[in-house]
C-alpha cells in the first residue's frame, strides 16, 4: 500500500476570482479572527465555480495549504464505487497519540458491509481495522477517554459498537456491540468529562440523548435518557429542558419508540455533537414546523438550556445558490478547534466550513466566518477534526466528483 500525498504550499493555485478575493480581503478582516494556532482571514464567498483540480478543491484562506492524507489509491475497500468516507478520529492519548487516524465508512448494501479503515499518519500506510457484512452506513466516530473507539450505524436501528485498540498494534482491534447506548439512527457521538454519552437519532423528528453508565468507563449497562423541553424557547425545541429516562429494555431494540413514548423532544434531521466545556453542541440539518432552514444548538449541561447558536437571520445570512450569494445552510458535522471555537461544515453544494466565536446573553454566537469552501460540488465534506496538532484540521471528501474518495488535511503553513 502506499499513501498518495500531493502537498499544495502554493494554495492559491487554480482557485476562481471569488477564492482569490477571499484570500485577498482586506487588512480589517484579519481582525476578525482571535488569534491561536488556526487564526484565518475568512474566505469572500462560496465556491460555486468548480475547482480546476478535484485533488485540491478546497477554497483556503491565505497560509494554509492542502494535501491528500489517504485516498481509494492507497486502499480500495469498495472497488468499482465510492469508498464513503465519513467521521475521522485519532489516537488521542498514549504514547503515540495523533499517529493512527481512524475513519468509518457510510457505504449501504455491498456483501462485504460496512468497514474501520486506518491510516498511519507516519508511514503513510492504510489499512482495515475491521468489518463486517453485516454493518452498514458507519458514521460517527470518538475516541473515549479510557482508550476505546465508539462508531455506530446509521440506519433505522443502529447499533453503538466499541473497538478496544490493540496495544501493540494500533491498525487491529477487538469489537463488541453495545446495545443499552440505544437502537438508533446513530450519526454524532459525544462524551462529557463525567463519562456520559451523547448521542442522536439522525431522522426527522429525531432525539438528542444522553447515556449514563452504570460504571464510568463500562458501556455495557446503564440509563439512555432523551433531551425534552419543559419550557419553550423562542424556536422550535429551545427553552428550558430536562433528560427523560427511556425503558432500559425497549432502547436495546427500538431507541425512537422509547423517546416518542417519554414524549421526548423531536428535531429536523440531528446529526453530529460535541462537547466544548460545559456545552453541547448539536447540527440540525433541516427544517420544520416553520423554523429556519439548518441551525446549530446550543445545550447547557449545566444551566439545563438549549439556545440557537448558530441559526439563519439570527447571526447567519441564508444561502442564494442560483444567485452566487454565500449563507448558511444544513449544518453537518461539527468539531472543537484548538482555540475552543466550534468549527461546522455543511452537508450541500458547495460544502462551506464555518467557524463560530463567542456568545452573546441571548445564547447565540457572536458571529461567524467562512473558513473554506469545497469546490467538488459534487462531494460532500465531511468528518472534520482537530488532533494533537493544533495547526491541522482533517476533513473527508465522499462522493468526488473524480470518483476518488479522500481524506485530507488543511494546515496552517505560515
Known sequence: ???????????????????????????????????????????????????????????????????????????????????????????????????YLYRTHEVRGVPSGGAISVVDLKTGEVSVVAQRADWMALDGIYFTSWGTLLFAEETAQGSMFELHIDKKDPTKGTVEERPAVGALAHEGIAMDSSGNVYVIDETFGGSIYRFKPDKKGDLSAGQLSALK??????????????????????????????????????????????VIGDTLYAAITDADEGEKAGRVLAIDLKGRKVSEYVAVDTNAKPEDRDSRVTGFASPDNL????????????????????????????????KIDLFASLGDLAGEGSGIYFGPDPKTLFVNIQHSGNTNDKTMKITKSR
Open 229 to 274: 423541553i419543559t419550557k419553550e424557547g423562542d424556536s422550535h425545541g429551545t427553552g428550558n429542558f430536562t433528560w427523560v429516562p427511556l425503558d432500559r429494555e425497549l432502547v436495546k431494540t427500538d431507541g425512537r419508540a422509547a423517546a416518542l413514548t417519554a414524549g421526548a423532544t423531536g428535531y429536523a434531521r440531528p446529526e453530529d455533537l460535541v
Open 1 to 99: 500500500m502506499r499513501s498518495m500525498k500531493r502537498p499544495f504550499s502554493a494554495a492559491l493555485a487554480g482557485l476562481s476570482m471569488a477564492a482569490l478575493a477571499g484570500v485577498m480581503a482586506s487588512p480589517s478582516a484579519a481582525k476578525t479572527a482571535p488569534r491561536g494556532p488556526m487564526t484565518f482571514t475568512p474566505i469572500a464567498g462560496s465556491s460555486y465555480d468548480a475547482a480546476q483540480d478535484l485533488d485540491a478543491p478546497w477554497t483556503i484562506p491565505a497560509g494554509y495549504s492542502q494535501e491528500i492524507v489517504a485516498d481509494e489509491s492507497a486502499l480500495d475497500i469498495y472497488p468499482g464505487q465510492h469508498d464513503w468516507y465519513d467521521m475521522n478520529v485519532s489516537n488521542e492519548t498514549g504514547r503515540r497519540a495523533g499517529r
Open 335 to 366: 468539531a472543537k478547534g484548538p482555540d475552543g471555537r466550534l468549527w461546522i461544515i455543511e452537508d450541500n453544494s458547495p460544502s462551506d466550513i464555518w467557524v463560530a466565536t463567542g456568545r452573546t446573553r441571548g445564547g447565540s454566537a457572536k
